[in-house]
């Protein structure tokens, strides 16, 4: 049930009326009007932004709750969540007056909320970005780690999240914004991991009315106009459905299936089509007694309507990792409009509706639920990445990649189904299986056929790991352009294997990462400890080590070199005074009056790096890199002006020098990486010599980082011996 609380006030007796019947009478009962009397008499005085009295918010959270069958501590909790934060009460008094269980609770979540409130107020204040980047950060982490230690925590915060997007009109528009932004990449996907879907569904919607209000409120319309069809289509499907279970001794409860904006904006940009044609696919659902039932339902389904091929899916057979079963299908119904059918059992639908909460319905009413710890055993790794991931920027990025992404379901040659997200490669498979088979990992088949490790893997692949007891893992593992590896799971346990290595060999071979890297941008004269200051280090060794453990990656190295200025040469230039901005070519060029400009060749600067104009006779100005050779070798100073590179997006061409032997196929192989970066190739240039081929290509490139993931692939390509950026 979805109980909208914005409009409405609500009081005690609507919450006592949804909790389950054991919890309405005795202590259960007691308990929650205790809770709700002290968190009145704490919010007292207290208005929301709204105007409205605050009390209505814990109320609305605690009812929330109470609609998914959460017990009397959660619900207690709920009432209480916010009067540690708000007023003068303390824990200890919440351990005294209730029990420790719900004091506990209301720390959890007063904790997340102080942290949340701190990121807040950073985005508003004149904190720096990298501040209040990692203060974000760090309060994800705090809260994913809460609930791997107590789910009821997070359940709780989903809902208090819930009712504060309900509510969020009253906030100016960039606050609004800002709190839907974080709901959709952070608070929808975690309802959607602990399987609540009908929270899910509701704060993607609700993002969604705040981040694109026009698409939405387009939409809207859209299906309120559509709606009186859609309903009496809906509703003649189940009829004929009905009647023909009814011929075979079938019952069962048929329904429409709700759609919801932001599951068909997403439809409309994936399949890449317009609203009618995603809207015209209608849903029902089937919810029957049993499982063998499901299936033969299904057979009626195939029989009554023509099944549309590959739109066919067994959650029952393979649960989703949250716990979710149905069947899926899609056929052609009588009217030539495709029918959308899921078919679930009674306890199938509870878990759908209320995902790990449901545990708590069975918990509550005293029936055992043994496969609650199995259904959220991916939370407990929680605790383990914790340990591992000490940044909570890559904690709170590792989580976004292995639990919020989309999943695909894979085979061990025996049948077991291994779960892992959308992207993931054979490399990522093997970890999951054992961190040994991951290390001795040398190749991959897939369905019975040879594949290259950076082979992404589908829905239904049958990967068998090929292992070898010499092999170790491959720092090309680590490296992001070439994507071998999708999971942080994979990722933290190459990482380790070679923090376990002799460090005199990690700091050889990461001197030799940094120097392949700079040799490839093409500015080998930066020095390693310019680049390890960069990074924070003062002792380039330990820099060389980090890169070496995989702790510090190509890309990353790129990124830090793109806000490299040599603060040396700064001095060199003169002061210039204040004056208008004008704009010429997408470069800023301060001072000049509209002289025109041009890119030296000499040093081909790149957007991202640190440039400087040089004023030439007859010519306008000729922008160089700021540590070229002429700009460091120029005596009259007073020539050189302040420029950058402007805010619109850009692109420079960039020339890239290729060796490789020669073999067939050999260019075609390299256009192709250069066309999956998006990138132009203006020019090519190509000679040859006994068996070594030589290519001049002219890429028309958008940042250095961009630069350095085009030139790694290609030199990750077989034959290639080098590729790098070619200047003067």
């Known amino acids: 049930m979805q109980t909208d609380t914005s409009r409405e006030t609500i009081d005690l007796s609507d919450i006592l009326k949804r909790v389950s019947l054991a919890q309405r009478d005795g202590d259960a009962r007691a308990l929650i009007e205790r809770a709700y009397a002290l968190a009145e008499e704490a919010h007292e005085g207290q208005d929301r932004d709204s105007g409205v009295p605050y009390i209505q918010h814990p109320l609305s959270v605690a009812l929330l709750l109470a609609d998914i069958g959460m017990g009397p501590d959660t619900i207690a ?25 719900i004091a506990a609770l209301v720390d959890g979540v007063t904790k997340l909320e102080q942290m949340e409130k701190q990121q807040v107020d950073d985005r508003f204040t004149d904190i720096s970005t990298e501040d209040s980047v990692d203060r974000e950060a760090e309060s994800l982490r705090k809260m994913f780690v809460a609930m791997a230690e107590d789910i009821r925590v997070v359940i709780i915060k989903l ?24 709901t959709q990449e952070i608070f929808a996907p975690l309802a959607s991991s602990l ?126 990792d949250n716990g979710y079963q149905s069947l899926h299908t899609a056929v052609i119904a009588d009217d030539g409009k495709t029918l959308e059918v899921q078919i679930r059992t009674r306890e199938m639908d509870r878990i759908a509706e209320y995902g790990v909460a449901a545990h708590w319905r069975y918990k509550n009413s005293g029936k055992p639920d043994p496969s609650f710890d199995t259904k959220i055993a991916w939370m407990r790794s929680l605790v383990e990445w914790q340990r591992e991931l000490t940044d909570a920027s890559e904690f709170v990025d590792a989580m976004k990649t292995d639990i919020f992404q989309d999943r695909v379901y894979t085979f061990t040659p025996k049948g077991d189904i291994i779960d892992l997200p959308a992207g993931a490669t054979p490399i990522d498979f093997a970890y999951y299986i054992h961190t040994e088979v991951g290390h001795r990992c040398r190749g991959a088949k897939v369905n019975d056929r040879w594949v290259g490790l950076d082979y992404q893997l589908r829905t239904g692949d049958r990967v068998e790991v090929i292992t070898d007891k010499q092999a170790s893992p491959s720092r090309d593992w680590l490296n992001p352009a070439l994507n071998y590896v999708k999971t ?117 600067p790149l957007p991202g790096e640190e440039i400087v104009g040089y004023v030439t006779r007859g010519k306008g100005v000729t922008v160089h890199r700021r540590d070229c050779l002429n700009i460091l070798r120029v005596h009259d100073k007073d020539r050189l002006i302040d420029v950058d590179w402007g805010s619109e997006p850009q692109t420079v061409p960039v020339a890239a020098y290729i060796r490789a032997y020669d073999r067939t196929g050999l260019l075609h192989e390299i256009a192709g990486e250069i066309s999956n970066e998006k990138i132009n190739m203006a020019a090519v240039n190509v000679s040859r010599e006994k068996n070594i081929a030589t290519l001049y290509i002219t890429l028309e490139i958008s940042d250095i980082a961009q630069l350095s993931r085009v030139l790694t692939k290609i030199e990750s390509l077989s034959n290639v011996i080098e590729a790098k950026r070619h200047i003067g």
């Open 77 to 101: 909790a709920g009432l209480l969540h916010d009067v540690v934060e708000d007023t003068g009460i303390g824990l200890d008094e919440l351990a005294t007056t209730f029990n420790p269980d």
């Open 159 to 182: 809902a208090d999240r819930l009712h504060n997007m309900r509510t969020l009109e009253p906030l100016d528009e960039e606050r609004q914004r800002a709190f839907a932004r974080e």
């Open 195 to 320: 399987g609540v879907w009908q929270w899910k569904w509701e704060l993607e919607d609700l993002s969604f009315r705040y981040l694109d209000s026009e698409t939405y409120h387009w939409m809207k319309e859209l299906i309120a106009e559509r709606r009186p069809d859609r309903e009496d289509s809906i509703e003649h499907y189940i009829q004929v459905l009905r009647e023909r279970m009814a011929d075979e001794g079938f019952e069962a409860a048929i329904e429409g299936r709700p759609k919801h904006m932001y599951s068909i904006y997403r439809k409309m940009l994936r399949k890449n089509v317009p609203f009618e044609q995603v809207y015209d696919v209608r849903g029902i659902r089937v919810i029957t007694e049993n499982e063998p039932e499901c299936y033969r339902i299904l057979g009626l389904v195939h029989g009554l309507w023509k099944p549309i091929p590959g739109e066919f899916d067994d959650y029952i057979a393979t649960p989703k």
């Open 488 to 604: 942080s799971r994979a990722r933290s346990k190459i990482r380790r294997w070679f923090r376990e290595q002799d460090r005199e060999k990690n700091i050889t071979q990461g001197r030799e990462v940094v120097d392949r890297e700079l040799k490839h941008l093409g500015i080998e004269r930066i020095s390693h400890e310019k680049v390890a200051h960069l990074f924070g280090y003062d002792s380039v060794e330990d820099f060389h080590a980090a890169v070496g453990f995989g702790d510090i990656n190509t890309q990353q190295i790129a990124g830090k070199i793109a806000e490299l200025g040599a603060q040396e040469e700064k001095q060199l230039l003169p002061a210039q005074p204040p004056s208008l901005t004008q704009s010429v070519e997408g470069i800023q060029v301060q001072g000049t009056g509209g002289l025109m400009t041009r890119l030296a060749k000499c040093c081909s």
